[in-house]
Nanobody, 121 residues
Framework: QVQLVESGGGLVQPGGSLRLSCAAS????????MAWYRQAPGKERELVAK???????NYADSVLGRFTISRDNAKNTVYLQMNSLKPEDTAVYYC???????????????WGKGTLVTVSS
């Protein structure tokens, strides 16, 4: 199996910054992409940012210019630097990993348990 552990969530004032991290471990053969999703109360889960194994990135329009996703392939870790945070960014943030394990030759989705980000005065 693949395990994902997120960290870095917490309470921050509007305009502040946080950095989330997610480390993947387990019987990983290769990682095709890693991403961050979020789910606010009463809303559906949405893609925030994604980075592929070759470094291609894409962002939700609502975070473009404020958030930056990056990766450390050697550590199987993905980061999300969040700047100029707004109350609308309040949500549970989930790490997602699309990976091949040593057992299976096809890509499967794996999810972390989530970390809460609260933006409030």
């Amino acid at each position: 199996q693949v395990q994902l552990v997120e960290s870095g969530g917490g309470l921050v004032q509007p305009g502040g910054s946080l950095r989330l991290s997610c480390a993947a471990s387990g019987s990983i053969f290769s990682i095709a992409a890693m991403a961050w999703y979020r789910q606010a109360p009463g809303k559906e889960r949405e893609l925030v940012a994604k980075v592929t194994s070759v470094g291609l990135t894409n962002y939700a329009d609502s975070v473009l210019g404020r958030f930056t996703i990056s990766r450390d392939n050697a550590k199987n870790t993905v980061y999300l630097q969040m700047n100029s945070l707004k109350p609308e960014d309040t949500a549970v943030y989930y790490c997602n990993c699309k990976a091949q394990t040593q057992r299976y030759g096809y890509v499967l989705d794996y999810w972390g348990k989530g970390t809460l980000v609260t933006v409030s005065s």
